[in-house]
């Protein structure tokens, strides 16, 4: 049992690290000549809050969320805002109604985040599978 | 000085420190990137809400609720937003309010222009906002009907008044400014000047006053705690043609101060403001404290305590108690965060009755007005 130990902690650890965040319910994509490869949690937080509305580049950044409906949405919601997709609506109604500003664009499905995110150089969204090779898969932190 | 001088001091005010205060913010390690227009789907955006309520009072009336209950109370608006560029928007919101059997009805018209104002953003910290715009004082003040995000039918009645003796708008020019937005604490400032309308409602006549010469200010600090707020602020105006004042002219000036601790799961909030009118030698103190927890997800408890008391006379040597107090304890339940309903008990006394002609003088009241309200509110 000894001489197996370390393999098998070794195949443990080697597991945890390629687990995908596809498992966890979403992947964040963004376009393919976005330069940006990775972002903390709290920064992406702040983009799909629009507290933060440029890249290093200067370049305006157009986040796009998935329905309140879409388990990627929840999931997403969940792990990055920290907090149920009920409570970031609320933010948004009371920043609409104060006449502040209007939430990221909404879109119902996968494909449709894909299409924006490849139509659009400063996009970011996030699906619920792997993405396709057509964007680009950005790592959160 | 004029309202008109007042408004254009005010916008030079705001043109001139307004590059000052984008300018402070952090140096962009690259230069400003061009203004853009809109995406297509965010040029041109449109919202609204829509609470309906029915209402019923066990006692006296109050805020236009008759013992004989009442499905005529309601609040819709509409609201269209048009996104110029990334900095430049366009807003309007219609509305509509039904009041019950309130006197201030004979004066509210059936759509009004709830705002109509052009907004400018200096970077991602500084607005300008000319027109028609919300007035910006108090936790609820922006969302004060929004039933979707209210706990309760309407926000903290003493406070923010409902049809009658308050403005949700104000007709001039509002800069906003947030310092060290990106630290752990930062300060909202807001400071606007103007001039607005209000419904009186007072001993069975109902009147319409102007303000003038308007000025105020609201600043809130952010701490490091999230959804820990404080804040305080206040305003002053001329008003005319006053059912308060045998001239018909008057002067108020109000302060306030909030505090806002607000999670996912639990909320609690309170607010106390003065208001002091010079010439008909009335003050006004009113507070509330509120609090609410998530039983699930989607059903919220409510309790709240509102009151106010008034003195009057030149030293103030007689006080009113109780001019209008409430104590509240409700339920919500959001099927989703766009509809939501509610209801709600309000144990409460208060001496300014809509069902008898009865003076502000202790010797009438205060008045037991008990009542409950239902209502669903939607949002889109």
Sequence with gaps: ?141 | MNTFRRLTLAALVAAGIAPFAAGQEAPAPAPEAPVQEAPPEQRVVLHGYFSQAYANSEDHQFIGIPDSGTFDYRRVALLFRGNLTSKDSLVLQLAQRRLGESPVMELEPDVKVDWAFYEHRFGANTSVRVGRIPNPLGIYSEIRYVGTVLPFYRAPYNFYQEGSFTSENVNGARVSHTFAADKPWNVEVQAFGGGFSMIESYFGLVNRAHTDNALGGQLWVNTPVEGLRFGVGGDFFDIRNTILDPDGKDHWKTWIASADFSKTRFRIRGEYSQIHIKDAQFADKAYYIYGGVNLTEKLVAHAQYDNSSADLGAAHVVTLPHLYEDTTLGLSYAFRPDVVVKGEYHFVKGRLIEDEKVPLDPAFGPYKGNYFLLSVSASF
């Design chain 1, 1 to 141: 049992m000894r001489t197996f130990a370390p393999f098998v902690l070794l195949l443990a650890l080697l597991g945890a690290a390629s687990q995908s965040p596809a498992a966890e319910g979403y992947q964040v994509i963004v376009n393919v000549a976005n330069p940006a490869a990775a972002l903390p949690k709290d920064q992406l937080s702040k983009i799909f809050m629009k507290k933060v509305q440029k890249w290093e580049s200067g370049q305006p950044i157009a986040p796009v969320d998935q329905d309140q409906a879409s388990p990627a949405r929840s999931a997403f919601s969940k792990a990055v805002h920290g907090k149920p997709v009920s409570a970031v609506a609320s933010y948004w109604q009371q920043q609409i109604f104060a006449g502040r500003d209007v939430p990221p664009a909404e879109k119902a499905s996968d494909a449709a985040v894909i299409a924006f995110v490849k139509a659009n150089t400063g996009a970011v969204g996030y699906v619920s599978g792997n993405a396709p090779a057509d964007v680009k898969v950005l790592a959160v932190e």
